[in-house]
Nanobody
Framework: QVQLVESGGGLVQAGGSLRLSCAAS????????KGWFRQAPGKEREFVAA????????SYADSVKGRFAISRDNAKNTWYLQMNSLKPEDTAVYYC????????????????????WGQGTQVTVSS
């Protein structure tokens, strides 16, 4: 049984930083692209960032470019989202996700259905 477990969320002041982690079990995700999504209250879930299976390519939503960085550690079957210069509008539940097939390109990650999802971790940024 595949499980994705996020951690690292919390309450932070505007301008602060948080690092989210997504620990996967039940399957090795070294050959999979990996992503982060978020859902703010009253809004639809949106794409935040993705990283290719090789780690060589990343993709970000325009709203987080230059502030967030996605990375992964295949040895730990874990990926991360470093969030800097946080803004109140970054407040949301953050989810890690992965597609159902390996070797997926990064570019479609915000448009194709994800097969695996974590339970989400709350990030609240106060002004």
């Amino acid at each position: 049984q595949v499980q994705l477990v996020e951690s690292g969320g919390g309450l932070v002041q505007a301008g602060g930083s948080l690092r989210l982690s997504c620990a996967a079990s039940g399957r090795a995700f070294s050959s999979y692209a990996k992503g982060w999504f978020r859902q703010a209250p009253g809004k639809e879930r949106e794409f935040v960032a993705a990283i290719s299976w090789s780690g060589g390519t990343t993709s970000y939503a325009d709203s987080v470019k230059g502030r967030f960085a996605i990375s992964r550690d295949n040895a730990k079957n874990t990926w991360y989202l470093q969030m800097n210069s946080l803004k109140p509008e970054d407040t949301a539940v953050y989810y890690c996700a992965a597609p159902g097939s390996p070797w997926t390109n990064v570019q479609p990650m915000g448009r194709i259905p994800m097969a695996y999802w974590g339970q989400g971790t709350q990030v609240t940024v106060s002004s």
